[in-house]
């Protein structure tokens, strides 16, 4: 069984570009969230995709945005890069939407944003 | 909304000695709680969760934690570290918003382990 993947590994980006980062959900999962993690900082929620919609989102601007695909992998797309989005970029797959449902993570995409 | 907060931003400890790491959350009515161990370069996992039931919860490596309502603490603990176990540790609540339950992150404890 494969476990959820993340790319790239590394990016780096200058202010104003776009950037989409990609993931990998665990087979059978139907259910992708992404944090961001700033450095020395826990993750932070920034939105979750169940079965191809957006079904909640955190305290971030409509520039984040995302997707989710049939075989429920996932993209999140940041427009007009700022230097604070420099950041460890999670996502985490998992059966449902219910808290009950464990979350399991990825190694994460390092975004420095110059 | 809830919140988290690890009293300890770094934990230094010699090997095979006992250890606690400090969470406090907001209250709330009900509430689910984690404890998720992050090793450098990789993402996260899950060590053990409260959901319901007994306060004493057993998780992976040896690790424990307890559940107090009257204090608003989900403190982990582990009886004798081992190197390996130097890592950072986030404490997680639960916390429905945005159309969604969703994990709220504490700042995260860095746990060393010296030999």
């Known amino acids: 069984e494969t476990g959820v993947t993340q790319s790239p590994t590394h990016l780096i980006k200058t202010r104003g570009q776009q950037v989409t980062l990609r993931c990998s959900s665990q087979s059978g999962h139907n259910t992708v969230s992404w944090y961001q993690q700033a450095l020395g900082q826990g993750p932070q929620f920034i939105f979750q995709?169940?079965?191809?919609?957006?079904?909640g989102r955190g305290n971030f601007p409509p520039r984040f945005s995302g997707l989710q695909f049939p075989n429920y992998s996932s993209e999140l797309n940041v427009n007009a890069l700022e230097l604070d989005d420099s950041a460890l970029y999670l996502c985490a797959s998992s059966l449902g939407t219910g808290i009950y449902n464990e979350q399991f993570f990825g190694p994460g995409t390092r975004l420095t944003v110059l | 909304a809830q919140s988290v907060t690890q009293l300890d931003s770094q934990v230094p400890v010699f090997e095979e000695a006992p250890v606690e790491l400090r969470c406090n959350y907001s209250?709330?009515?009900?509430?689910?709680l984690f404890w998720y161990v992050q090793y450098p370069n990789q993402g996260l996992q899950l060590l053990l969760k409260?959901?319901?039931?007994s306060t004493l919860v057993k998780g992976i490596n040896g690790f424990e934690a307890e559940f107090n309502k009257s204090q608003t603490s989900f403190h982990l603990r582990k009886p004798s570290v081992h190197i390996s176990d130097t890592a950072e540790y986030f404490c997680?609540?639960?916390?429905w918003g945005g159309g969604t339950d969703k994990l709220i992150f504490g700042t995260g404890t860095r746990l060393q382990v010296f030999p």
């Open positions: 409260y959901l319901s039931g």
């Open positions: 995709y169940y079965r191809e919609e957006e079904n």
């Open positions: 997680a609540v639960s916390d």
């Open positions: 209250s709330s009515v009900s509430v689910y």
